[in-house]
């Protein structure tokens, strides 16, 4: 895979600009996307690093300790799971646009998941990665038969974990807090990405937006942690790599742990920094040690 360049994608309209993507940096003033036939110059919303591209964050950081936390709630995709572990299947299936295709496809996923939180017109994840699918197809003038959409759809039921998540989970695990997943996707889509993970059993709960039928950022999401695993907020840890959703949790009131992937991702200028910054799932056990 090309180690010296970014992709970038266009916005769905002014509201889904406002919206980052996991290991998304500042945002660049255009970029070429090429499908076949179809050169095209686009205004770019999104700088993606790729975390398998680029340098990793230092490890080692010094951090506070974390009084008081029970209980993690993970995000799933991007955090527990690479998204872009699609990426290979999608450069077998249109050679030359496996990478335009991941990336795009990704971007439209969390612009359509904010603009039907927007419009009040709820979906679910799966129906609206589906859609994303679609059309980031359709704007690289790619074929996508529905033979190619069904390999592509079930590729994300089986994303690929960070090598980082199982032995952080277990050293999580092993000092008795409880454990959870936390995320827009949809239930079927979380237990068998977990499933094939192999750390199913090493979570105490998946909680999934479709309980409230609104995807994140809004408070209603978050809210879900503290009642679903029976802890009190502040005992609550909300542990993510998307500096986006980090600050969707802080702005909920939750301790928020944020996996910086990416020595070059900066946080987000919303007004919410996380309280603690991590490299790895791995980092977390030593904050909470008793």
């Given at each position: 895979?090309?180690?010296?360049?970014?992709?970038?994608?266009?916005?769905?309209?002014?509201?889904?600009?406002?919206?980052?993507?996991?290991?998304?940096?500042?945002?660049?003033?255009?970029?070429?996307?090429?499908g076949p036939g179809r050169p095209a110059t686009e205004p770019a919303a999104f700088d993606f690093l790729d975390p398998r591209r680029h340098q990793a964050a230092p490890a080692g950081r010094v951090q506070a300790r974390a009084e008081g936390i029970e209980a993690f709630a993970f995000d799933a995709y991007g955090t527990l799971f690479d998204v872009f572990s699609v990426t290979a299947l999608c450069e077998e299936l249109?050679?030359?646009n496996g990478d335009a295709l991941a990336q795009r496809w990704r971007a439209k996923q969390l612009q359509y998941s904010l603009l039907r939180s927007l419009m009040g017109r709820h979906r679910d994840f799966w129906l609206v990665t589906g859609d994303a699918l679609v059309n980031a197809a359709a704007g690289l003038g790619l074929d996508l038969t529905p033979a190619r959409q069904d390999r592509?759809?079930?590729?994300?039921?089986?994303?690929?974990?960070?090598p980082d998540v199982r032995p952080g989970l277990e050293a999580l695990k092993a000092r008795g807090l409880k454990l959870a997943i936390l995320s827009n996707g949809e239930p079927r889509m979380l237990e068998a990405a977990a499933r094939s993970a192999g750390i199913g059993t090493l979570l105490d709960d998946i909680i999934s937006v479709e309980e409230v039928k609104i995807f994140k950022v809004s408070p209603r999401v978050y809210n879900l942690g503290p009642e679903r695993l029976g802890v009190d907020r502040s005992a609550l840890g909300f542990v993510s790599s998307n500096a986006w959703d980090v600050a969707g949790a802080a702005s909920a009131g939750l301790t928020t742990f944020w996996i910086q992937r990416l020595e070059a991702e900066p946080p987000e200028e919303l007004g919410f920094e996380a309280h603690h910054v991590v490299s790895a799932l791995t980092d977390l056990a030593p904050l909470v040690e008793a």
């Amino acid at each position: 895979m090309d180690t010296s360049r970014r992709t970038f994608v266009k916005t769905v309209g002014a509201a889904a600009g406002a919206l980052p993507v996991a290991g998304a940096g500042p945002a660049a003033a255009s970029a070429t996307i090429r499908g076949p036939g179809r050169p095209a110059t686009e205004p770019a919303a999104f700088d993606f690093l790729d975390p398998r591209r680029h340098q990793a964050a230092p490890a080692g950081r010094v951090q506070a300790r974390a009084e008081g936390i029970e209980a993690f709630a993970f995000d799933a995709y991007g955090t527990l799971f690479d998204v872009f572990s699609v990426t290979a299947l999608c450069e077998e299936l249109f050679p030359g646009n496996g990478d335009a295709l991941a990336q795009r496809w990704r971007a439209k996923q969390l612009q359509y998941s904010l603009l039907r939180s927007l419009m009040g017109r709820h979906r679910d994840f799966w129906l609206v990665t589906g859609d994303a699918l679609v059309n980031a197809a359709a704007g690289l003038g790619l074929d996508l038969t529905p033979a190619r959409q069904d390999r592509l759809m079930e590729a994300y039921l089986t994303l690929v974990a960070f090598p980082d998540v199982r032995p952080g989970l277990e050293a999580l695990k092993a000092r008795g807090l409880k454990l959870a997943i936390l995320s827009n996707g949809e239930p079927r889509m979380l237990e068998a990405a977990a499933r094939s993970a192999g750390i199913g059993t090493l979570l105490d709960d998946i909680i999934s937006v479709e309980e409230v039928k609104i995807f994140k950022v809004s408070p209603r999401v978050y809210n879900l942690g503290p009642e679903r695993l029976g802890v009190d907020r502040s005992a609550l840890g909300f542990v993510s790599s998307n500096a986006w959703d980090v600050a969707g949790a802080a702005s909920a009131g939750l301790t928020t742990f944020w996996i910086q992937r990416l020595e070059a991702e900066p946080p987000e200028e919303l007004g919410f920094e996380a309280h603690h910054v991590v490299s790895a799932l791995t980092d977390l056990a030593p904050l909470v040690e008793a």
